[in-house]
């Protein structure tokens, strides 16, 4: 029975020869193909470089215009309006507007990018159930991974920077805009879905015209959270340098700066209001538009 003592050194030692393999493996791969993974992520790159020279070079009050009246929109509600002009304005006088719009920038980029990523990948897991199972089990583990963990990997492809920051961003919070879209076009009511087949309708535009205008709000809701999850990763982020309000926070706890970091990090939380009340409130007009019209 010596072999069962000495079986915890043997199988440490396998884990560890196993744990040098793959790290052996991860840093040849990144010195190797380290150049062609930034060629691939420059297109987002030029996005969200373009992103931020808009908002930040644009004079205040047009983009506190701008947003107030795409909150107004989604919202129809001049309350949320004017609560969004006067949180911009606060952020403007506490002189924290650049940084504001950079996070805005790198907001407004990671959901665009989650949508487009996240929203095929929803579709096709509503109708393949064998997809589903596959990728059920990768976003739960997604979803509970450390959000510092993430750094790790995109640090290691692409170093310190913008891009690898947003896609750390995007991979913390696509797995709403999956697990919703998913969601919403399987609460399609079958008697919708067999009235339109009775009509004809090919397979797309059963997609396209009846089960994503029906799944709106429901993925509304995943946008949401997309966004939510996107504003809760600037902070951690910003150690891989992100530029935005969580360089500030990062640096008022670095040096104890609490004035410094509570103005930054109100500022995180009237974005994060406002983009959270306008994307609600749009969701919820989506869901009476509904009701109306197949009320």
Not at 66 to 76: K, M, N, P, T
Not at 278 to 294: D, F, I, M, N, P
Request: proline share 5%; net charge neutral; charged share 15%.
């Amino acid at each position: 029975m010596d072999w069962f003592y000495e079986f915890p050194e043997m199988g440490s030692s396998a884990l560890r020869a196993l744990k040098k393999s793959i790290d052996g493996s991860f840093r040849d791969f990144t010195r190797e193909h380290g150049e062609l993974m930034e060629q691939i992520f420059d297109p987002l790159k030029q996005f969200l470089i373009f992103s931020e020279q808009l908002l930040t070079d644009t004079p205040w009050p047009i983009v506190i215009a701008v947003i107030a009246g795409l909150a107004w929109f989604a919202s129809r509600s001049l309350k949320i309006a004017i609560g969004t002009v006067i949180t911009l304005l606060l952020i403007g006088y506490f002189g924290m507007w650049e940084d504001t719009m950079r996070t805005v920038s790198m907001i407004f980029v990671c959901t665009i990018t989650a949508i487009v990523l996240g929203l095929p990948i929803g579709v096709l897991m509503s109708r393949f159930d064998g997809m589903q199972r596959i990728v059920n089990p990768t976003l739960d583990i997604m979803q509970t991974m450390p959000s510092f963990v993430y750094l790790i990997p995109v640090v290691m492809l692409l170093g310190i920077g913008k891009v690898p920051g947003l896609i750390a961003v995007v991979i913390y919070a696509i797995p709403p805009i999956i697990r919703f879209t998913n969601l919403g076009i399987r609460l399609v009511p079958a008697d919708v879905l067999e009235a339109s087949e009775a009509f004809g309708t090919s397979a797309w535009q059963k997609m396209t015209k009846v089960q994503l205008p029906l799944a709106l709000p429901t993925i509304m809701a995943g946008v949401n959270q997309t966004i939510m999850l996107s504003l809760a990763m600037v902070v951690i982020a910003s150690m891989i340098g992100v530029q935005g309000l969580g360089q500030p926070v990062l640096k008022a706890i670095a040096n104890q700066y609490f004035t410094l970091g509570m103005f930054n990090g109100l500022a995180i939380v009237g974005i994060a209001i406002i983009f959270d009340r306008a994307s609600q409130a749009y969701g919820k007009r989506l869901q009476r538009h509904l009701e109306v019209v197949h009320g």
